[in-house]
């Protein structure tokens, strides 16, 4: 099937769901304003968004949405024992992977600024016996990751971030020498029709998504703040993957 069809279905599957959501929580579609969202209207839109989460984006993962983050997770080059932070960590899809693969000597870091969300990870966590998975309520744009971090993760959460570059900046320059970051999320199609866009940014509104936040583009930061960079595209460029390794900050000098 061809991808932008399967990009277009999944659209209208969404569409269901999130009228479903409207009808049953009328107030989501009317705390979503346009434009970017402060911290404030994320945690309000995700604590209503959240009993409905996982059946919304359904059918992203019906399409191939969590091979590429799976992908994501596999560009950390992690090793057993690793601290690994998830930034926006949301219903916690990526703790059973990061957990399994930083090991029992490993910490896993899961962050997020919705209450409800996070008690979705937590119940995650519980029903797969993750031990070595800690969660922190806090806004994503001004945490600061434990001073061991080797690996940090954002899916879908770094590019509603106003300052994006400058969170990046500072998440590269707190992690140590050659650890790794990956950024997934959506991005502003280059060679699709203007008001399949539009179409795209409408159907995506339940989860904060605007037509203010095409200009975002946290791939170019991620290239400007690491070396030996990855960068991929999927579902007809609707989709990034940017990934790369931290600069060692002082050439020469040993710790």
């Known amino acids: 099937m061809n991808r932008t069809v399967k990009t277009l279905i999944a659209a209208l599957v969404t569409t269901a769901g999130a009228l479903a959501v409207q009808r049953r929580r009328a107030t989501v579609s009317s705390e979503v304003s346009p434009g970017v969202l402060d911290p404030a209207g994320v945690r ?11 059946l919304l984006t359904a059918p992203y993962r019906w399409i191939g949405a969590g ?126 029709p203007e008001w399949l866009i539009r179409l795209g940014s409408a159907i995506n509104r339940p989860f904060g998504v605007s037509q203010d936040y095409r200009a975002h583009r946290p791939w170019e930061a991620i290239a400007r703040h690491t070396t030996d960079t990855t960068y991929i595209e999927a579902f007809a460029g609707a989709v990034y993957l940017a990934a790369g390794t931290t600069r060692e900050l002082h050439p020469g000098v040993s710790g």
Not at 44 to 54: E, G, H, I, K, M
């Open 44 to 54: 309000r839109l995700y604590d209503r968004v959240a009993p409905f989460y996982d």
């Open 67 to 192: 091979r590429i983050a799976d992908q994501a997770i596999h560009q950390l080059q992690l090793r057993p024992g690793d601290t690994v932070v998830d930034l926006g960590t949301g219903t916690g899809r990526n703790l059973v992977a990061l957990s399994k693969a930083v090991g029992p000597d490993g910490d896993v870091v899961g962050v997020d600024l919705s209450p409800e969300m996070l008690s979705r990870a937590d119940a995650r966590i519980t029903d797969h016996h993750l031990t070595n998975v800690e969660l922190v309520e806090t806004d994503i744009a001004t945490y600061q990751p434990p001073s061991e971090t080797r690996a940090v993760i954002a899916t879908y959460a770094i590019e509603m971030l106003p300052n994006y570059d400058d969170v990046i900046a500072r998440l590269v320059d707190r992690m140590p020498d050659q650890g790794r970051i990956a950024v997934l999320g959506l991005r502003d199609p280059d060679n699709w």
